[in-house]
């Protein structure tokens, strides 16, 4: 009997020994980095280091105590080649020697996402009415009504969704886009907004926010920016969205322009095509039709020589089951509702009524538009589907915009002490010495599914776009999706809805 309790002893000891060890192994793993990157510079090293723990855990980024209005992996980005290597080097030795599940996992993540910082970004876009490019460089005309899964990573809580609405019975717009920025929820609304708050277009976690210059911090390490009737969204993992804000009558849009980094990751998946270096399998839609999928209506010489026809029922093809695809659920959705409506409002699977092509236009409308896009510096791939835009709807040539660096031309200078750089209403936000804070703006919170029923505050004024000039003609929004996938009934809330809060950032 006693040699049975000291051999249970004996095993409870060897496995709270091992244990031990382990947490020994992992905070040493961890003091490394911290010490490596503190050795580098103090405060931001230090804001660095335990950025990339709380991403890989999945947990708000601390406050940033330095000038800089960057993302985290901006900010690894920033660090000097051979300081870079050594870091990537040591995170990876840690991810391969984990000895648990969840140590191995933290270093998992943290490897994927500090591997990229040496890779060459990758661009796609959806724009017009609408034009997509995939990351891969197919590209295809999308005329569909509903919203959609543009692009997702799971693995990095990277998601965008994009609703299109009617214009006319043969066209529609990108009209608001919702994403999942690492955790906190990001809308732009260009016509409707779901609160009918119209003094901004832009929603946090469902709060609105009004941007006039400077950043607006995310509290999982994004940011946003505004300028030039254009937003900047920035994931702390390094995709970046460009949505580019269109004003007209009668329907206002959104071009957007996205950027992501492919080469650490596998599980890329959307309307934009799975960035793996290949654009013949981008619209594969688990079908055995990918020959059919390897050209396309806008920039490809194999779809356009192919007849008329058979372009239209490509289009066809595209509009109805590779759409179905990607469209999403209710309970999928990031997008806020106003009272009684959900996806299924926005949802009709018998748009286009009908089919446009370029064949369709006079050589009369082809050459008119042309000139006017060549004019307008629009040449190559785009160029197909400027015409396509300028002739039937008159919609101004969109140049391909640059994502812009924000560490270039940067130069990282010696801080004396941590100077907090946060959002005005926070604790310690404090401009100038002044110690009276600006009313306190919606703080993000963790990423949640909107409130369909939600009561409402009504707006009284609106935002002045720039403005574009459409045709003036009856857009056809249905009320009723046709074939509507079933959604579960929404929740009623608990509590009534929250005013507006306003709040600027910047000057203005």
Known sequence: MKTRILSISLFFGLVASSLSAQQTSSSERINSLKNDLTK?????????????????????????????????????????????????????????????????????????????????????????????????????????????????????????????????????????????????????????????IETSSLRVNGQVVTLVGGTYFLTHGGTINYSNNSYRIAWPTGE????EMRHGSPVNFINLTVQVYPCSQNDMDGLLGNANGSRNDDFDNGTNNRNLFSFSSFGNDAMQQASNEMEKEYLAFIARDFARKYRITQETSLFDYAVGNNTLTYTDESFPRVHRTIADLTPTQQTNARRVCEENGIRGEDLK????????????????????????????????????????????YNPMGDKKDPPTR????????????????????????????????????????SNPTKTSTPAVPSSPAKPETKIKVGKG
């Open 442 to 481: 919606p703080v993000p919170q963790t990423i949640a599914k909107p409130n369909v029923n939600k009561e409402l505050p009504k707006a009284d004024s609106k935002e002045v776009p720039e403005q574009i000039n459409l045709p003036h003609t009856n857009p056809s929004v249905p009320n009723k999706p």
């Open 385 to 428: 589907g400027c015409i396509f835009d300028q002739a039937y709807l008159e919609i101004p040539p969109a140049p391909r915009p640059s994502i812009s660096d924000p560490i270039k031309g940067v130069e990282l200078g010696k801080i004396d002490k941590p100077v907090p750089n946060v959002n005005p209403g926070h604790p310690s």
């Open 240 to 243: 970046v969205v460009q949505a």
């Open 40 to 196: 580098w510079d103090p405060i931001r090293g230090e804001w660095l280091a335990n950025s990339l723990l709380s991403l890989a855990n999945d947990q708000p980024v601390p406050d940033r105590t330095f000038p800089e209005s960057i993302t985290p992996f901006d900010m690894y980005r920033a660090l000097p080649d051979n300081e870079r290597a050594s870091l990537n080097q040591l995170i990876a030795s840690n991810a391969r020697s984990s000895m648990n599940n969840e140590d191995q996992q933290q270093w998992d993540r943290m490897s994927r996402m500090v591997s990229r910082s040496g890779c060459q970004a990758t661009t796609a876009r959806t724009y017009g009415d609408p034009h997509l490019q995939s990351f891969d460089g197919a590209t295809y005309s999308f005329q569909t009504v509903g919203e959609f899964v543009l692009a997702k990573s799971p693995l990095n809580r990277f998601e965008i969704q994009t609703r299109q609405q009617a214009q006319r019975d043969d066209f529609s717009l990108n009209t608001a886009v919702a994403m999942n920025v690492a955790g906190d929820r990001v809308c732009i609304y260009a016509n409707e907004k779901p609160d009918r």
